[in-house]
DNA sequence: AGGTAATTAGAGTAAAATTGTCTTAAATTT
DNA sequence: AAATTTAAGACAATTTTACTCTAATTACCT
């Protein structure tokens, strides 16, 4: 599963903020699109950390787009959701189980890093824009 | 993580079993490619149910390519692993949690139908001979 | 035919990631 | 100051991934 529950989500909400003129708040999202409030509130956070939302506190505060949605790809979404960019395979985190000890000696390793340049090439590809008008 | 451990698996082994003229058997492979005995089993058990391995039993068995390199894809190897096609995201099991009652008043559902075509053409589109000489 | 080497099948366990909750603090508006 | 809303972080539940174990079956080989 390249996109999880909470890059859905986010696309989603995105949508609905795109179409506001005022800010629009976690819990009012939340109403409007039936996602759980307090998972949504950290997806928003995790959004407005990269820049891709403004957020403002206080009494009719939320969140407001913070760029163009041309300017926001496919890509950006999944790494500020997810806290990292989306992995095709990470090698990395299997350094104590490796079969073969670093890719180094790695059959399959020169493919994987390729395949992996084809999803980001793929995801950087992809703006709100185009999503959003599909 | 479009790729899981148990693809990884699958992929190392079948470089290790093309390069073979006899079958290899799984203790065989375990050993070689250090695969935990038990979970590569039933990985190649999967691989030869959907027809890319042919599985020999008894004494001097083990498993052989049913195919030429070049006429196994990337999309067959996960879908027999997986158990399932790999997807982008997979609306059907939400849907007593789906925000929209169904994809047809979803705003974002036309894009995910064809961002997995994408993906789709992308996992058909790498053979097994691709694969191994990267 | 009998013994052994191998796959097959399926239940079951462990670990990790995802999904979701709660509580408290901080900031902003009125 | 009071009300509203985001920020942060710890925590819990659920699901998926990763892996194990045992018993059964099949085929080779002498
Ligand atoms: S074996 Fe190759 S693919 Fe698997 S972890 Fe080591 S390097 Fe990465
Ligand atoms: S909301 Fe759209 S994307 Fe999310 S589950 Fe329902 S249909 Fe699929």
Known sequence: MLITRATEYALL???YIRKSEYPIGAEQ???ALNIP???LAKILQNLAKKEILISKKGAKGG???QKEIK???LFDIVAAVEGRPAMVFDCTQYTDTCPNNGPKNCTISPFLVNFQKKIDALLHSLSLEDILSE
């Open 71 to 73: 300017d926001v790809t």
């Open 63 to 65: 969140f407001v787009l």
């Open 37 to 39: 409030k307090s998972f």
């Open 29 to 31: 999202l939340s109403d």
């Open 13 to 15: 909400s995105l949508d």
